[in-house]
C-alpha cells in the first residue's frame, strides 16, 4: 500500500526521497510524489504512474532543498491521478499520509463551511487544512500537528513539512507503521524499513498515539498527549542486499529460489535432534502453556491464512488439541467467542496487515493469549502479540508472497510438534524423526527448484488457459488453494483451489478439454482418493498436471507430471508448493504481466 519517506539533513534530497520510494514499489502504488523546501518555500512534484514518470519529472524540473517528503499512493479515496498524488498542499503545510481517515466526509463538510477550498478527492487532503488552520491561529508546526490529530478518527501515518518552519518535519501515527532513523547528521522516518536501510539499520519504531519531530539535532518522539518517549533503537537483520534482485528477472523468482535458504534460517536454533523437542523460547510458548491450551485459534489474511489452514492440520494430528482457522477479516466483526484457554495463532508475513491486527487485538480484548508467526521484525503485530515465533525468511519484496508462506509452513511445523511433544501427544522418538526430515527438507526444496526449466515448459502450454483448478487433500488442501491464488495474482488467470472431495459438489461441472486440473498427488494417505479425483477429471476430458514423488503416479492419466522428493507426508507441502510458485511465475510472465507488482494489489494491506 501507500509509501511515506522523510528527510531532514544536509544532502540534497529530492533524488535520495525518490530512491526511498524506490524501495517501497513492491507495496504497490499507483502515484507519487515529492515535496521539497527550498528554504523559502514548499516545492511539489507528483505524477501519477510509476516512480520512473515522477523521476523523469523531476530530471525535467529539478527542486533544490535539504528537508522534504515523499510518498507512493495506493488508491482508496479518488481515482489514481496526479491531483490525488500525495503531498497534499494547504496553504502553508504539505502532508502525505498512510491509511484512512474514517470522519473525512465530515470534517471536509465542516472545512468547506469554512470557507477552505479542496483541490483533490484525497482524505488527506484534510489533515494538511487541519494543519494550516493551526498554525494560522499561530501554532508553531507541532503543535499544529497535534491539534489536526485530535480531530481525526481511523489510521493514519503521516509526515508533515510547513513553509514556515523549513528545517522541521513532523510524523504521527495511529494503525499505520512509521519508523524514525537516525544517520550521519540526518534523520529519516519511514513507513517501511528497506526505504532507509541504505542510510542506517538502527530504527526507532513509532507507537499507535504518538508523534516525532524531526530536525537536523535529532528526533524528539512524544505521544500526542504530550509525555515525553523514551525509545532505544532496534537494529534490523535486514541488509540491502537482500533487497536487491541480485541478476533474477524479478523479485518473486529470486524469492522462490532463496526458500530454502528462508527454511534453514527459520529452523535454525529452534530444533533440538536429539531430545526431539524444539526450543520453548524461540517458539514463544512454553511448555506449561502448550499444555495448558484448550483450543488453538488461528487468524490470517491470503496467503498468511493458507499457512494457518496447514497450522490448523499439523495442530490437530500432531498435537491432538483442537483447532480452528479464521479470516481475519471475517473474525473481528463477529463476536467471537473466545475461551480461557485458547491460545490464539496471528499469522502474517508483514506484520502489519490491517484485519489481522484487529483480530488479534479483538482475541486479546477477550483475554486469549496471542503468539505472533511474523515475518518483519518490529511489526505491529509482533509488538501487540503476547509472544512472537519469528520466520527469518529476509525481506520479501515481490507482492506474491512465496518464501514467507514456506516460511510460515515451516514455523507451523515447528509450533505443532512443539505442542506435540509437551501435551505428550507425540513421543520423543517419532518427534525426533519428524524434526529430523524437516531439517532435511531444504536440500529437498533445492531438489523441487531444479524442474524450474521444466515447468517453464509447461507454462507454455498453459499460457493461453483463462481458468486452472487446483485440488489436494488433507496438507494439501491449502497448497491447492495457495496455487490458486498465486496464478491468479499475478497472471489474472481465474483460478480456484479445492479439496479433491469437494470436486463433485460442483466444480466438475466445469471441468472439459480447456481446463487445466492441478493435482496435488504426494505420497500420502490421501493419495488414492486424489487419483479418483484425477479419474474423474480425465473422464470429462479435463487436462491434468500432476504432482508427484514417483513418476510412475498417474503417469497415463496426466498431460503433464512434475516430480519432486518424497519426504513425510506432513511436510509435503513446503515441497509441493514449489512447482505451483514456478508455474504461476512463469505463465505469469509469458503473459506478460507486472510479475511484482500485480495490479490493484499492494504488498502491505494496512487499510480494511
Ligand atoms: O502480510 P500478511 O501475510 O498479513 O498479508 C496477508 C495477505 O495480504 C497476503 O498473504 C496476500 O494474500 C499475498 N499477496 C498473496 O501472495
Redesign the pocket.
Known sequence: MCGIIAYVGPRPCAQLLIDGLRKLEYRGYDSAGVAVHDGSSIVVRRAAGKLSTLQDLVDREPVAGTVGIGHTRWATHGPPSERNAHPHVAGRVAVVHNGIIENHVELKQRLEAQGRVFTSDTDTEIVAHLVDMAMARGLVLVEAVRDALRELRGAYAIAVLAKDDPETIVVAKYASPLVVAIADGAVLAASDVPAILAHTREVLFLEDGEMATLTRAGAKLETVAGEAVERAPTTIRWSLVQAERGGFKHFMLKEIHEQPRAIEDTLRGRVQLESGTCNADEIGISEQDANAVQRVVLL??????HAAMYGRYLLEQLARVPAVVEL?SEFRYREPVIAKGDLVIA???????A??LAALKEAKRHGARVLAV???QGSA?ARAADGVLYTHAGPEI?????K??TA?LAAMALVAIHMGRARNALTAERATALLGELVKVPEKMRHALEQDASVQLIARDLVSSQNALFLGRGVSCPVALEGA??LK?ISYVHAEGYAGGEMKHGPLALVDRTMPVVCLLPDDPSLEKMLSNVQEVRARDGRVLAVVNDAHTAASLAQWTITVPRTEPEFSPLITTIPLQLLSYHVADQRGTDVDQPRN?????TVE
Open positions: 490470517a489474511c491470503g496467503t498468511s491464512f481475519a499469522v502474517s508475513q508483514s506484520g502489519e496487515t484485519d489481522t511474523v515475518n518483519v503485530i515481490g507482492v506474491a508472497s512465496t514467507c508462506f510460515q491464488l498465486k495474482e494489489l499492494a504488498k502491505t494491506v
